[in-house]
């Protein structure tokens, strides 16, 4: 029996084989929904290098499909390197691989570069949140971005696909890399008004939407807690780099990707005073959470699940192979 093909997907082949917005969105909340009980996986597992900040992680992850026989799974790992300091070296801060292998023999069958792949599935996790847990009473309602980094560009991409409409705020302490993002989004047109700042505070307190995507470091849970007070739905995907434990515990409800892995992160530095979610983010959407508190926002954080970078790989290499994109190793 002749080995499978095995694909390699440069981050230009992931590029131009991505899912669009809507299709993005799509799967992130296929991604979610099945993590209620369809999937596997552990939390991240971390080794620690010795540069400050630095974080990485393997994200196993396995989705059972409809066949008992296991032949429509899917199955793969991502492994992903965060090095805030490569900024300064000129170097990206995040790399990540994902590989994939058929679910009946374990042979691999794809490896694609995971940066394009990372920006993307988040932006589109935080879409589906949006669509599900818009204040629907601040009609087109104001919105905030913490964060001007590759992360800010992807979420801008999904904001103007499901908040047309909305007026948009981009707060970063670099008040220049703030303007950068914003004239991007002003060039979209799908933004009422555009509006940059390196008052992070000040445009949170004005939102009524909150993003907050900012680098991981010190100091944590920075953003004033009183800030939120405004926000009807606030989203963190840094972890509680700006969301104040106080505003997860004040929340109508506490959502977040995975309860298993938010729970093996949880620590006296990490999410420090955090409450246990209500429920995970696909409870929310199958209608499967405790009946909501009367006051707050809606906070919902996620982590990031391998899961969901196997289910966007998968789509990827799909098309990929229709385009004739990739390069084929020898094995």
Known sequence: MNAMPLLYLSAADVIGAMPTVEEGIELARRTMVALVDSAELPPKLDVHPRQRSSHTAAMPALLRGADPSGAADLLGVKWVAAFPGNRDLGLS?????????????????????GGPITAQRTAAVSGVALREWWPRAEGTASVAIVGAGVQGTSHVEVLASVARGCGLTIADRNADRAEDLARIARTSGAFETVRATAD????????????????????????????????????????DMCIPASVAAGARQFLVDDIAQ???????????????????????????????????PVVVNHLGVGLADVVFAHSIVRRAVQLGLGTELAR
């Not at 995040?94 to 570069?113: F, H, K």
């Not at 949170?204 to 926000?231: I, K, N, W, Y």
């Not at 620590?267 to 209608?287: H, M, N």
Request: net charge negative; no cysteine.
């Open 200 to 239: 992070v505070a000040q445009a949170v307190s004005e939102a009524d939407v909150v993003l907050t995507m900012v680098s991981f470091g010190a100091p944590r849970q920075a953003v004033p807690a009183a800030a939120f007070a405004r926000a009807g739905l606030v989203v963190g995907v840094d972890y």
């Open 93 to 113: 801060a995040v790399n990540a691989l994902v590989v994939l292998n058929d679910p009946m023999t374990g042979e691999p069958t794809a490896i694609l570069d």
């Open 262 to 296: 938010f729970e093996a992160t949880r620590s006296d530095s990490v999410f420090a005073g955090y409450p246990r979610p209500d429920a995970s983010i696909g409870q929310g959407l199958t209608g499967s959470t405790p009946p909501p508190r009367r006051a707050g």
